[in-house]
């Protein structure tokens, strides 16, 4: 999803559309900061609108920094960066104020995009509602995002992604990735682990590069790749959409394909795919 879809759907459902991409003059800015030292273990992030990146580094502490932009300074007023810590776990949250007056006013934005400095195997958990997410070089990481586009990249442990809407991206997973998404596209490479597609409404499945087993449980539209697959390869049900496996060093099954072609090559272990009718 592009930033202006994403924009338009904070402004009907918040009130406040947050959207560089049709407000790139930024009338009124100011920063927002929150910094900790001393060792973070957990970082649990609230944003709202407005784009969030995570990146983990060699330190210990803590820094977050962020552009608050706002059409007033009324509104710029009401975006706020709250922050605290207990013990090891430190919890970030964006909020965004606007009155119910602003639901239709489409030449108001509000928005904060948040760039957040943590320890490299720092535990991530983050819930954003719109704007794009960018998480590398953290720990194990949770990710709830409404809508926008996730990069996750270098992710030192498993990872477990529920997307309602956005392109997903996910580059090098030490542990096992879990993802519940629906629609846009879905792209995941080189993961340590097992990968599991609980659900996908819309749009294409490509997994490659991948220690453990692969399975799509659930899988509306759209086409699947899936190749360089050391364990098993298995498809659930799949309702439309080609599917394309190579390379599995398991098994691939099948379970229920209503519709598309079935295409399969090098594959070591037993091939069970239903009959076409």
């Not at 904060?112 to 990481?141: M, N, Q």
């Not at 220690?211 to 790749?225: F, L, R």
Request: aromatic letters at 4%; charged letters at 25%; glycine letters at 12%.
């Amino acid at each position: 999803m592009n930033k202006f879809a994403t924009r338009l759907l904070c402004v009907a459902w918040l009130g406040v559309a947050g959207a560089p991409a049709w407000a790139q003059d930024c009338k009124f800015s100011s920063d927002r900061t929150a910094s900790f030292n001393g060792p973070v273990k957990r970082v649990v992030i609230e944003a709202g609108a407005g784009d969030l990146k995570v990146r983990g580094d060699a330190g210990d502490g803590l820094e977050a920094t962020g552009r608050a932009c706002a059409s007033s300074e009324s509104l710029l007023g009401k975006i706020a960066l709250e922050s605290r810590r207990e013990n090891d776990i430190v919890y970030l949250k964006v909020v965004i104020g606007g009155g119910m007056g602003d639901l239709f006013s489409f030449n108001r934005y509000s928005y904060l995009d948040l760039e957040v400095i943590v320890p490299r195997h720092a535990e991530i958990d983050v819930t954003d509602s719109s704007g794009d997410v960018e998480l590398s070089d953290v720990g194990t990481s949770r990710v709830k995002d409404g809508a926008g586009d996730l990069l996750l990249k270098n992710i030192n442990g498993s990872l477990t992604v529920e997307d309602g809407a956005g392109e997903i991206r996910v580059i090098s997973v030490a542990g096992a990735v879990r993802v519940e998404d629906g629609s846009g596209g879905i792209d995941i490479e080189d993961v340590r682990g097992d990968v599991t597609i609980v659900s996908d409404s819309s749009g294409d499945i490509a997994i490659a590069k991948v220690t453990g087993s692969v399975e799509v449980v659930n899988d509306s539209s759209g086409d699947i790749t899936i190749r360089e697959v050391r364990g098993d390869v298995k498809i659930g049900n799949d309702t439309s959409g080609d599917i394309n496996v190579s390379e599995v060093g398991g098994n691939f099954t099948v379970t229920a394909d209503s519709s598309g072609n079935i295409l399969y090559e090098r594959v070591v272990g037993s091939v069970r795919i239903p009959a076409k009718t």
